[in-house]
């Protein structure tokens, strides 16, 4: 398939981290452990919410609601990278490469809106704290939350037909462990112009856009505490949203690098690093980071120890 025969192509191969010969069982069981990490303590942070009241807020529902994307969207990744790991010849039919780029945008996009809709929670949490019931209602949660994933699914669905409506002829080998937007749409040997364009516009409203939104919000949030709180006020304040702000920074941080930068600008090598970091990595650091800097959290991990054990 790969000899540039013309022949309509019917596989992927995922090269993947094919060139770590006898690392790729390091590769394998790291992989493996980290995400056991991040199923485990994303699943705790979804029952705790569920389960105790002092987490029915607002800002428990988004964090349940992106514990959730987390799950999924990992899901999506390292089941399908264990398994290349194990497999000599590490193979993807176009239909199956198209679902994991279907639900990889799909959660990754509603990852992003979450995140925004967090933002907003704590801006108007700090700083309409008077009409913070009427503008955080339930009615106003399920919304943001529904539209995150309807923009999911609607850019998802949109991009990945758009991607695989291209045709694919003789070169068939993606130098990514995952079906990602820019590695297929290279191996097109039709115009990408417009997908290219559409990739463009993909980062730009759901990578800058929410971050410049977050940004603006905890702008908002210093210039109104450093107006009217006290040190100590302030000190709490930064305590509360600390969690939040580092996974925000984590989570574009690192998606930035991976979708942002200059495409030539670093080696294939380098950006599956970046990708594996991003897309496997980052998720694990987020159960920590909620539960180790939010006493709520652990008060409540408390009270569920307490009353099973």
Not at 64 to 77: A, G
Not at 174 to 190: T, W
Request: with cysteine; proline share 4%.
């Amino acid at each position: 398939m790969a000899d540039g025969n013309g022949t309509a192509v019917t596989e992927f191969i995922l090269l993947g981290f094919s060139n770590l010969g006898a690392y790729w069982s390091s590769l394998f069981w790291g992989v493996l452990f980290v995400y056991l990490i991040t199923f485990v303590g994303n699943s705790l942070i979804i029952i705790l919410t569920l389960m105790d009241l002092v987490l029915s807020t607002p800002m428990y529902f988004f964090l349940r609601h992106f514990s959730i994307v987390e799950i999924l969207c990992t899901m999506t990744i390292v089941s399908r990278m264990l398994s290349d790991l194990l497999s000599s010849h590490p193979v993807i039919s176009p239909s199956s490469c198209f679902t994991q780029m279907y639900f990889f945008a799909l959660f990754g996009i509603a990852e992003c809106f979450i995140l925004t809709a967090m933002a907003y929670d704590r801006y108007a949490a700090l700083c309409r704290p008077l009409h913070y019931t009427m503008l955080m209602n339930q009615r106003a949660c399920v919304g943001m939350v529904g539209a995150s994933y309807l923009m999911g699914i609607t850019t998802g669905t949109t991009h990945s037909i758009c991607i695989f409506t291209l045709p694919f002829h003789g070169i068939n080998i993606v130098h990514h462990f995952l079906c990602d937007i820019l590695p297929i749409l290279r191996l097109s040997s039709g115009d990408t112009f417009w997908g290219e364009i559409g990739n463009l516009g993909v980062t730009l409203l759901f990578i800058i856009a929410p971050f410049i939104l977050i940004l603006f919000s905890y702008i908002r949030i210093l210039i109104t505490i450093l107006g009217v709180a006290s040190a100590q006020g302030c000190q709490k304040v930064f305590s509360t949203c600390s969690s939040h702000l580092l996974v925000v920074i984590l989570f574009f941080g690192t998606g930035t690098m991976v979708y942002v930068k200059p495409q030539s600008s670093t080696p294939q090598d380098m950006d599956q690093i970046l990708s594996l970091f991003y897309t496997v990595v980052t998720p694990m650091f987020n159960p920590f980071i909620y539960t180790l800097r939010n006493k709520e959290v652990i008060g409540a991990l408390r009270r569920r120890v307490t009353k099973h054990f």
